[in-house]
């Protein structure tokens, strides 16, 4: 199953520990699949991968965690992995959400 998550570090502003989801757009999630070298281990349709992920972002909320979802665009996630030398799996997309999120919150 394909559920990036990542954990964004305290700061000294926010003591809070944020758990990150990348979240996939119908489009995105098929662009992903394709060019994914772990692409055997993720679901065959985003309305399977969507069933998973919302019953797992719901796991992790119900257990006291403070998730959000973080929109992945796959060609801003292609261009991330090109320009790092990255292969694109899941290590890859998690690492590639964690930037966003920490832009997100300006740290």
Known sequence: MLVDIFMTEPNESKQELVVG?????????????????????????????????EAKFAELKAGGLRVEKVDVDSERLILWCNERGLEMNAQARSRYAAEALREIHGD
């Open 21 to 53: 989801f990348a979240w996939y757009r119908p489009a995105q999630w098929q662009r992903v699949r394709d060019i994914s070298t772990d692409a055997d281990d993720l679901e065959d349709t985003y309305e399977e991968w969507l069933r998973l992920a």
